[in-house]
């Protein structure tokens, strides 16, 4: 898969229709799993992405994985994008990231991640 294919997929699923701000909703959703996932899940996601995607899920590896749920993962998101961005408006943007994902990456590593993750982000993956 190429970076490209994974930008115009996520703007297909109902990400900005803009190619710069589909790129910075992936690079802020990615940044925001990898604060999210534990042990060696970000760097497994990261191993099966273009090199573009590695880097905001691994920046955070050293630190201690966030505990939040859908509603604030999607608040945080909100934030990172920007001043006058609700986590309603986000919510749009995360699932066509997740979904682009998982449609990229193995099963076996979206059924990984999604194991890490509460019973709330699942609606996020369709």
Do not use: C, W
Not at 1 to 7: G, L, N, P, S
Not at 14 to 32: C, F, M, R, S, Y
Not at 56 to 73: I, M, N, S
């Amino acid at each position: 898969m190429r970076y490209d294919e994974i930008v115009a997929d996520v703007t297909a699923r109902g990400g900005p229709t803009q190619k710069h701000e589909a790129e910075a909703v992936i690079q802020i959703v990615l940044e925001d799993l990898g604060k999210r996932l534990k042990g060696n899940e970000p760097q497994n996601l990261a191993d099966q992405l273009p090199a573009e995607l590695k880097e905001p899920l691994v920046a955070h590896t050293e630190q201690e994985p966030t505990t939040d749920d859908v509603d604030e993962f999607l608040r945080r998101v909100a934030e990172h994008e920007g001043e006058g961005v609700s986590p309603e408006e986000a919510l749009p943007h995360v699932r066509a990231v997740f979904t682009s994902l998982a449609s990229f990456i193995s099963e076996g590593e979206t059924q990984a991640i999604r194991s890490q993750l509460p019973a709330g982000f699942a609606p996020l993956f369709q």
